[in-house]
């Protein structure tokens, strides 16, 4: 008994350690020898017969399967924020200044149509909002790359993981009583659910079998290795896909085939927009030489990553068709005009224009990281709560074991006095047996 209170109070601060506690018997009087020779008697006292740990089943499960919750929503919440780190607004270099820049550049050169550097400083700024469109595409895919190799690692560790649970089932069925191997399981089960958000079932001879989605990862001595290395968690054996709905991996897996993606497309409408309008305005508007039908930017298979200025106007200031047709005709405008440079830039108010799409995006960005920050916070008290509530029944208390160190002190005590008062009643017992017939 001592000694297990010394283990207790040792573990106190171990994460995942239930207080062990020694379960006695009564002896019950069972008939003994006696002192002499042919006088029965009985022996009574105690006997230990096992080492038990405190711990509710129902509340340990409660527990892990919050936290794989917590590991879930508080992922998705890094997510989030880093996907709307990759459109910074507001702020001097995101895409709404950039989309402006770009706008009064088209306005600069309706007022003064025939200054080549005012045409110059709207290719500059034409260049640096594509620039700005591309790196925002080449951040999404890193994003989704991170989530692939994240996916990877962590079907390694839930690999080693299995493993280890595994062994341990293998010693704890060959009739290991020890309450630390069992304490080291459930730990590594917590581990594994909040990669994966396994559950965990009791087997036969104390093993468990540990479950995702309603497959085996562990079934008793065996484990089943999991692969990550395309972003989609399958089983080694058939390659079939795992699909946890909790843990790590549920958000991973969000991340790689929703939440990149549905930015991507997103952001690929707002280049699409981008070239689609603002082409369709300059191909019918005249340059400076008097020429017609030129490309501001390069029409073909328009996306976020690929999106470019023509070659009609890269390093061509004079050939951005700023004058509009003059009607009836249509004939070229004078060299002075303007015009359809102020048509472009009115775009920039379009209600289903780049623009407004972009602000979409944000608005729809902004919503997505609350929502998922505030589901975290939710969570993180959710899964303390359920936790706290486990530990009321397992977690080691220093006030009661320095309260049965006590009692087990006053329980030696009491047995040695019982010893004292013998031992004195045989010396008065030989001292007068002694002295008979003196």
């Known amino acids: 008994v001592l000694d297990l209170i010394g283990h207790n109070v040792a573990n106190a601060s171990t994460e995942d350690y239930h207080r062990q506690r020694a379960e006695l018997r009564s002896l019950g009087g069972q008939a003994g ?15 230990v017969v096992g080492i038990s740990r405190a711990v509710d089943d129902l509340l340990a499960a409660r527990a892990t399967r919050e936290d794989a919750s917590r590991s879930a929503a508080q992922l998705m919440s890094s997510t989030m924020s880093r996907v709307e780190g990759i459109f910074p607004e507001p702020s ?8 402006d820049d770009f706008w009064g550049a088209w306005t600069d050169v309706s007022n003064n149509p025939g200054d080549l550097a005012t045409r110059t400083q709207l290719l500059e700024h034409a260049q640096s909002l594509v620039d700005s469109i591309h790196r925002s595409s080449s951040d999404l895919e890193g994003v989704r790359s991170t989530s692939i190799a994240q996916m990877n690692r962590l079907a390694i560790e839930v690999n080693g993981l299995s493993q280890e649970v595994a062994k341990l089932n293998q010693t704890i069925a060959a009739g290991t009583d020890n309450p630390d191997l069992l304490d080291r399981r459930d730990l590594l089960v917590g581990q594994i659910a909040n990669l994966t958000g396994a559950t965990a079932r009791p087997g036969v001879n104390g093993m468990v079998d540990v ?12 484990s089943f290795a999991l692969d990550g290395t395309t972003g989609t968690l399958v089983f080694q054996s058939d390659g079939l896909a795992v699909g946890p709905t909790s843990g790590e991996a549920a958000t991973l897996a969000a991340t790689i085939t929703d939440v990149v993606p549905r930015y991507r497309t997103l952001l690929d409408d707002i280049a699409s927009t981008l070239v689609t309008t603002v082409n369709a305005a300059h191909s019918v508007g005249y340059d400076q030489t008097g020429t017609t039908g030129r490309t501001f930017f390069t029409p ?17 200031p004079s050939h951005v068709a700023a004058g509009a047709p003059v009607l009836p005709g249509p004939t070229a405008p004078g060299a002075l005009d303007g015009e359809q440079a102020r048509l472009i830039a009115a775009l920039a108010d379009s209600a ?30 959710v899964a303390e709560s359920a936790i706290r509530d486990a530990d009321s029944v397992g977690a080691v208390s220093l006030d009661e074991e320095m309260a ?7 329980a030696f005590e ?22 008979v017939g003196r």
Not at 300 to 316: E, H, K, N, P, R
Request: proline letters at 1%.
């Open 92 to 99: 001097d270099i995101g895409l709404a200044q950039q989309l």
């Open 414 to 435: 009491a047995s040695a006095r019982v010893f004292t008062v013998i031992d004195e009643m045989l010396e008065t017992l030989i001292n007068r047996v002694g002295v």
């Open 211 to 222: 479950t995702v989605s309603g497959r085996p990862i562990v079934s008793a001595t065996t």
């Open 404 to 410: 049965d160190l006590t009692a087990a002190q006053r």
């Open 300 to 316: 073909a298979g328009v996306t976020a990553a690929s999106i470019s200025l023509s070659a009609d106007v890269v390093g061509q």
């Open 33 to 47: 020898a006696g002192i002499s020779s042919g006088v029965s008697t009985r022996t009574y006292g105690v006997d």
């Open 352 to 381: 289903t224009g780049a623009d407004s799409k972009y602000q979409a995006l944000i608005t729809s960005l902004a919503v997505e990281t609350r929502g998922a920050t505030q589901r975290a916070d939710i969570q993180d008290q």
